[in-house]
């Protein structure tokens, strides 16, 4: 998946209408088609860029440096790459 920045791809495209704001006929058509993609790009989903953490060791305990106080892990689940409760992949640096 590639995110992409919405104000800006509706910005472009408002350029665009205003480009083709005095045009007739054809253009006019055309003016239409960019108005109906700045609506699908407003109605478009939204998703979470995915968080990057580390594995936290205190005395006993094992968390998730980004959702650390919602869930406590076994060593095993340090294996892991990513964490099992938020998805935060876990390539961050422990600080
Ligand atoms: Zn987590």
């Known amino acids: 998946m590639e995110l992409i920045d919405r104000e800006a791809l509706k910005t472009k495209l408002e350029k665009n209408i205003e480009d083709l704001a005095d045009k007739t006929g054809f ?14 790009v407003e109605q478009a989903p939204t998703v979470e860029e995915r968080k990057h953490g580390h594995w936290i060791r205190h005395n006993n305990i094992i968390a ?32």
């Open 64 to 95: 998730c440096s980004e959702c650390i106080w919602d869930m406590y892990w076994e060593e095993r689940n340090t294996e892991l790459n990513y964490c099992p409760n938020c998805g935060a992949i876990m390539d961050g640096v422990e600080k």
């Open 27 to 40: 253009f006019e058509g055309i003016k239409l088609g960019y108005e109906s993609a700045v609506h699908f």
